[in-house]
């Protein structure tokens, strides 16, 4: 179990390692410090850890390999928790990309209470102290009111920047012309699907013959749906939210609203015009709404879109990744990607992790110093989920030396990421 613990004690202790959300980069984020010997506190807004890959009912995990040719790129904690999802019936292989979030958000629970990291949930993080480029404090709110939590080094894992941004740390928002993201989308499942009927050439057809007559609302070209392998169940990943600020809760209320409003336009059209999903059920949606891209926080190395496309080896490799460009168009319709070489990877430099101006932060998943065409491709969950392990062991071999995350040495935390299995 989560070790026992009362609020004053947590208060009065100075931890290695806080680590702030707890989606799959700072979970990894906190099992590898503590696996590294780190005192680790987690603090996550939800009850529950996954963050995307369970709150906004993420599915599948994108591929971790080089493709076509299969070869793993990135081991470590991304291939334990396949198998443990494996052991515990969540998907069909230890190689499976499929899951069921339900049994994700249990292993990932298991993860870090085996690791005996300490996990406050339910506590936002929403104020920072500074002492100079040190965070001091940072402050979470929750039902017991203001939470003040001390740490050697802080791993910012909020996928929004939340912390690097209270930190005041130089943050970047969307595409340079005019900042806007990549479209958020809320998830939704239907159950009671027939997969033998079910024609997406037709679908797709008959969803533009609708959007040409003004009956649709839903910025999507087309439907982008998955299997499931539970259940004749189907996902959908085609809602699409435009010009929305997911670090403005104004603008982010109102993402929220069109995004349920696309989700029920969608269930109609699916179960009125598409063969195979007549009774079709709406089984399950995201219990918040998918933020593909927010704030990025500024490093000591910015990551480009010719780093990855061009598949780029770093000294200071942390991650190796797999993934294409995929830019879901910030406007509206469209989807553009840009490929890798076939059977290559490139990496991600320990640079983009350590933000220009701190001395004890430690940025790790989503946010990490990037432009908006490479954060497009590390995004996804294998390699925010590896970016992860690093940052936590970064921040563990930090507090242990104590010394600041810029002068770490990296060939010392290349060496425990390779004899840990990641960096295959
Ligand atoms: C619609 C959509 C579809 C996608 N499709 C795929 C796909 O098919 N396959 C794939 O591999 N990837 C996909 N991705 C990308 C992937 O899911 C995410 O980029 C990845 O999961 C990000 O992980 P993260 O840990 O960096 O951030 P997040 O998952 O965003 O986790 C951040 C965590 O921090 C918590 N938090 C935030 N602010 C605070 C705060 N102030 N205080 C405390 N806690 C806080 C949040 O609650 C959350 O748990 C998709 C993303 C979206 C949005």
């Keep these: 179990m989560n070790k026992s613990l009362k609020l004053t004690e947590i208060e009065n202790t100075l931890y290695d390692v806080v680590v702030v959300g707890g989606g799959m980069a700072g979970t990894f984020a906190a099992v590898a410090a503590a696996r590294e010997g780190a005192s680790v506190l987690l603090v996550e807004k939800n009850g529950y850890l996954g963050g995307a890959a369970t709150a906004g009912l993420v599915h599948p995990f994108m591929p971790y390999f080089e493709r076509p040719g299969g070869k793993i790129a990135n081991a470590g904690l991304f291939t334990e928790l396949l198998r443990r999802l494996h052991e515990i019936g969540a998907s069909p292989s ?24 300490s996990m406050l949930f339910g506590c936002m993080v929403g104020e920072v102290d500074m002492d100079g480029e040190s965070i001091k404090k940072v402050h979470a709110y929750s039902p017991a009111g203001k939470i003040s939590l001390s740490a050697k080094i802080f791993v910012d894992a909020s996928g929004d920047a939340d912390l690097s941004a209270f930190a005041g740390m130089d943050c970047r928002v969307g595409r340079p012309k005019d900042h806007l993201c990549n479209p958020m989308t809320l998830n939704f499942n239907l159950a009671n699907v027939d997969w033998s009927r079910w024609d997406k050439y037709e679908a797709d057809k008959n969803y533009r013959e609708l959007k040409a007559q003004g009956k649709i609302r839903n910025n999507r070209r087309d439907i982008l749906s998955m299997t499931m392998q539970v259940g004749n169940m189907m996902h959908l990943n085609s809602t699409r939210i435009v010009g929305k600020d997911a670090t403005d809760p104004v603008s982010y209320t109102e993402a929220e609203l069109e995004g349920r409003e696309q989700m029920l336009e969608l269930y109609n059209f699916l179960k009125n015009y598409c063969p195979g999903l007549e009774d079709c059920e709406l089984v399950s949606a995201g219990a918040e709404i998918g933020v593909r891209e927010s704030r990025r926080v500024i490093g000591h190395y910015i990551l480009t879109e010719e780093d990855v496309l061009g598949v780029k080896h770093f000294e200071d490799s942390i991650c190796r990744a797999t993934y294409n460009v995929d830019i879901h168009n910030p406007e509206g319709e469209g989807t553009f990607c840009r490929y890798l070489p076939h059977n290559t990877y490139y990496t991600i430099p320990y640079r983009c ?27 996804v969950i294998p390699s925010a989920s590896c970016i992860g392990q690093a940052a936590g062991t970064a921040a563990a071999l930090s507090a242990k030396h104590s010394v600041a995350p810029e002068n770490l040495d990296v060939d010392e935390l290349r060496n425990v990421l390779v004899n840990n299995g990641a960096l295959v």
């Design 94 to 117: 230890d190689k499976s990309c499929f899951f069921n979030d339900q049994l994700l958000k249990v292993t990932l629970d298991r993860l870090l209470v085996e690791a005996g990291v």
């Design 353 to 379: 992790l350590v933000p220009l101006g701190s001395k004890n932060l430690l940025v790790a998943g989503r946010p990490i110093s990037a432009t908006h065409e490479a954060h497009s491709s590390l995004r």
